[in-house]
């Protein structure tokens, strides 16, 4: 892997459940765990039926260096710019895989188009 390969910022986030100012209701908010470098790149993508809709995914690879307090608990966030216009893309990670069991990549399924 060619760490010049690894041109995209992205976010990684963990969940954490907080109680409202009200006193009852939970809200689940995403926190900034750390902002790393990776290599993303698209795999496939489906569509399926849900209720009424169409319903697209596509799954994506993403690669970055070793972080073993990684989990699948956790999604990653990507924002880039273009022409001036910041775009925000939300991956939910299925898997994740210690390439060649030596603690240097990890390579990252993960889905984009379904809540989790």
């Known amino acids: 892997m060619s760490i010049g390969a690894m041109r995209h910022k992205i976010e990684i986030q963990s969940m954490t459940v907080v109680n409202d100012d009200g006193g009852g209701r939970a809200i689940t908010l995403w926190k900034t765990d750390a902002y790393i470098h990776a290599q993303i790149a698209p795999k496939s993508g ?7 809709q169409i319903e697209a995914s596509t799954k994506y690879e993403i690669t970055i260096r070793y972080r073993g307090s990684l989990t699948a608990k956790h ?11 910041i775009y925000e893309r939300l991956f939910n990670i299925v898997s994740i895989v210690n390439v060649d069991m030596r603690n240097r990549f990890q390579k990252i399924t993960c889905t984009e188009g379904v809540a989790i």
């Open 46 to 52: 489906s569509e399926r039926e849900f209720g009424d």
């Open 75 to 85: 999604r990653i966030k990507y924002a880039y710019t273009n022409n001036g216009v």
